[in-house]
Structures are given as C-alpha cells and as structure tokens.
C-alpha cells in the first residue's frame, strides 16, 4: 500500500490508472519512482493536492482522459500545465484546459473580468542545445575535409540552423579565411562575422579582447562602440595553428560565449527568444496572451534575471553623451529593441516558472514580466497580479 492517499488522483483518473502507473512495481513513471525512493514523497503528495483542486473547485473544465493520458507520457510537462491552472483557479479564474481540442490552440485559457489564453512550456537543457548539435554536424561536413594546418573553435547563436542559407554564407567565410591564412604567417587570428556582407578578422588574438577603457571622452565614445560591435558578432571562428599541414582540418563547435566549453548564460537568452516565438503562434491574435516558461532545467546553466530580461525586453546597451567642452560623459543604461515582446502583439506577459523540492515541499514561483508593446494589450497589475509576482521596475532595467 502507499502511504500517502491516492484519493483525488483515483476519482480524476481512475484506480486502473492509480494502479499501472504509481502502484506498478515495474513502471518508470517518475510518480512510481519516487514512490520507490520514499513512500511519503513531496512530489506525489503536490500531484495529490492539485487533483484534489481539479476534483472540489469547480473551476477547472479538463478531459480526465486526456489529462491522465498526458500526465503519463509527458510528465514534468503536464504537471506545470496542471499546477499552473490550479493557480489560476486560485486567484479565482475560470480555466479550461485545452479549450480548442480536437484543433490547435493554446494550453488553457482562463476567464474573470477578461478572457486571458495561456501557453505553457517546459524549457529543457536538451532541447536548449539540439539545434546546435544539428548545425554543428552541418559544419563538420563543411569544414573538415579541407587541408590546413589549423584548427578551428567556433562559436554561434542558434539563428545558424543546420542546413540553412546563412550558415552556409558563413561556412564560406570561414572557409575563405582559413586559406587566407594558410597563405601568410599567422599563428592565431580570431573572425568576428556579423553578416554575409559584414565580418572583422582580428590577426594574433585568439581570445575575447580585453578593454581598458580609456578616460578621454572622444577615445571613450569609439572604444564602446568598438566594444558593443564585436558583442554584436553572431557567430565567432578562432584560428589556432596546430604546428604543421594536416589532411583535415580539426573543427570544434560551441554556442557563442566567453567560455566556448558550455552554455553561456549571457547567450541562452537567444535560445529562449527563439522558443517563446515558437509558441506564440499558439495564441490568437489581439488578445490577451500569456506565455508560461518552466525554466527549472536551466538552472544548471546558471541562467540570470540578465538572460530573462534580454531575451523577453532587448539586449542591454550604452548610450554615451558627451557635451563640447566638457570634461565629463554621461551614459545611459537601455535596451536594444531586439526583444521578443518587440515582434509580437500576441502576448500580454510572459510568466518564468521555477519548480524545486525545498525541505518536504514542492515549491513553485512565479515572476510576471509585462510586455513594453504599446501595440499589444496592456494589462493592469490588478490583472498581472493573477499570473504571479510582478517583477520590479528596477529588474527591466531600461525597458
């Protein structure tokens, strides 16, 4: 027998379903799991507790079926799904899960004075780097074959899909410079492309450039901008000579940042950019959407409220104002407009979602980042306030 009660989960879905996927000596489900490693677990109890919602509220419409079904093959995935409706219901919406089946649409949607249509998604460290794993074999295939005596360490943002017309103009260039340099004596040069038509080869440096900042206002001003150009490099090839010709050239791929051993977190942000535009397409125009993004796996790459706020409002930049005469600048913190919330009217807020086992409970927060676009539908804090906590003015920085 379990220890901790099954009641409301068997009355939403079922004792078979209790019994094959919790119960079963044999299943891999990760509720029979941790039942495995401690009867009394948080996880089951938190699962309990939210069907024990879905069952006495009254204000959650869902497809036991489908749900259990979904609970099943798709774990950590439904159950951010579910406890987000159940906090929802909470704050006293109305929510229907999955309102527009057998068609597509959004995840839930939820009714109080307004009809908000919700989108939820659980960002994985897998999927973070499977679309660099593709470019980078498309890569190998470009690069390797080629006769040099250098190797190669490249870093990129992930708009460089396998396969794609801009990483094929790059593989070009990449390719052009390392005959160029094959022809003169150079032990090391690092390429900083920017685009087809735009790319800067820096001759003896193999690392990012370091900057002291000069006082001199007028060497100041080109030195950041300097600076800020070659953080703009979308993708970064270093050259390194490895002593004599060889048949093949060694390629090593890694996404774009001052370490090129890992994940950066500076440059995450590009990746969630590119999921949070994925799913918007999930909600119907000229309305009031929200995006829901369980970010818990990427704690392991030390994602900050930097990543989040460049990804959802622009990458952070310096505007530097200098009077004639004077002795002194003025700079100013802003945001480039390059930020998710700036391509899309579909999206009210983005909600961040951190999921974690604290003692014997499972605790959830919820941070609320409003959009800036004055083209889509603002919300008030009363409104904001039903998704989670709104972040403070001084977490946007700029936006």
């Not at 609970?71 to 579910?82: D, G, H, I, P, R």
């Not at 450039?209 to 970064?236: M, N, S, T, Y």
């Not at 959407?289 to 369980?294: H, P, R």
């Amino acid at each position: 027998m379990l220890s901790y009660t099954v009641t409301f989960l068997q009355e939403l879905f079922g004792k078979d379903w209790v019994d094959s996927v919790v119960r079963a000596q044999d299943s891999q489900h990760p509720l029979a799991r941790w039942y495995r490693e401690n009867a009394d677990n948080p996880v089951a109890r938190y699962v309990e507790t939210l069907a024990e919602v879905v069952v006495k509220s009254g204000r959650i419409t869902c497809n036991p079926a489908r749900l259990a079904s979904k609970l099943k093959a798709e774990f950590e995935e439904t159950l951010s799904e579910l406890g987000y409706a159940v906090f929802l219901a909470k704050q006293g919406l109305r929510v229907t899960m999955e309102p527009f089946l057998p068609k597509a649409g959004p995840d839930l949607t939820a009714v109080g004075e307004h009809e908000y249509f919700v989108e939820n998604k659980k960002v994985s460290l897998d999927e973070v780097r499977a679309a660099a794993d593709e470019a980078t074999d498309d890569l190998f295939d470009r690069l390797c074959e080629i006769p040099s005596r250098f190797g190669i360490v490249i870093s990129m943002t992930d708009e460089f899909r396998a396969y794609s017309p801009q990483l094929k103009k790059a593989a070009n260039k990449i390719e052009d410079t390392l005959k160029k340099l094959g022809e003169q004596d150079l032990r090391k040069a690092t390429l900083y492309y920017f685009g087809p038509d735009d790319s800067m080869l820096v001759e003896n440096e193999v690392e990012e450039p370091k900057f002291e900042f000069d006082a001199d206002p007028g060497r100041l001003q080109w030195q950041v901008h300097l600076f800020e150009h070659i953080q703009k490099a979308r993708l970064v090839a270093r050259f390194i000579d490895v002593g004599a010709p060889k048949d093949r050239t060694s390629v090593a791929v890694h996404s774009l940042g001052s370490d090129p051993g890992m994940v950066q977190p500076d440059k995450t942000h590009l990746r969630l950019r590119g999921i949070l535009h994925k799913k918007r397409e999930q909600l119907p125009e000229n309305s009031r959407g929200i995006i829901v993004l369980e970010i818990s796996d990427l704690e392991k790459l030390g994602i900050d409220e930097w990543t989040l706020v460049s990804a959802l409002y622009g990458e952070q930049q310096v505007t530097i104002r200098s009077n004639p005469g004077a002795d002194d600048v003025e700079t100013e913190l802003n945001h480039r407009q390059n930020g998710f919330f700036a391509k899309t009217t579909r999206v009210s807020a983005v909600v961040v979602e951190k999921t974690g086992i604290k003692g014997d409970k499972v605790e959830v927060t919820r941070e609320v980042f409003p959009t800036n676009n004055a083209a889509a539908i603002v919300l008030t804090q009363a409104e904001l306030e039903q998704f989670g906590i709104i972040v403070d003015d001084q977490q946007l920085c700029g936006s």
